[in-house]
């Protein structure tokens, strides 16, 4: 069992930055796979980015690549997110997800991911 938090959201202009910090606790934190997903209101929870348990590769979502960095400190058991050039669309509630799953096409899909954090809100304004 791992506990995920979540913190680093707040209010940014649009094109502005924000690094979030999921901090793990529980068991060793290599072991998982760590993602980030996002829901904004009225919308379902979507992938937003991904990272295996060495950080050896990522995966991003079309919405953010190229704006987002995922990075993660196994030493600190913590991983990043790592936001530039925001947009009002990146508006919503950003949540830390991880699994000892195997790092595959899965990991788009909330339903692989079973540990979850409490969320938290970055509002873009414009």
């Known amino acids: 069992q791992v506990q995920l938090v979540e913190s680093g959201g707040g209010l940014v202009q649009a094109g502005g930055s924000l690094r979030l910090s999921c901090e793990a606790s529980g068991r060793t934190f290599s072991g998982y796979i760590v993602a980030w997903f996002r829901q904004a209101p009225g919308k379902e929870r979507d992938f937003a980015a991904a990272i295996t348990r060495s950080g050896g590769a990522t995966s991003y979502a079309d919405s953010v690549k190229g704006r987002f960095t995922i990075s993660r400190d196994n030493a600190k058991n913590t991983v990043y997110l790592q936001m530039n050039s925001l947009k009002p669309e990146d508006t919503a509630i950003y949540y830390c997800?991880?699994?000892?799953?195997?790092?595959?096409?899965?990991?788009?899909?909330?339903?692989?991911?079973?540990?979850w954090g409490q969320g938290t809100q970055v509002t873009v304004s414009s």
């Open positions: 997800a991880a699994d000892e799953a195997t790092y595959s096409s899965d990991i788009y899909d909330r339903r692989t991911w079973k540990f």
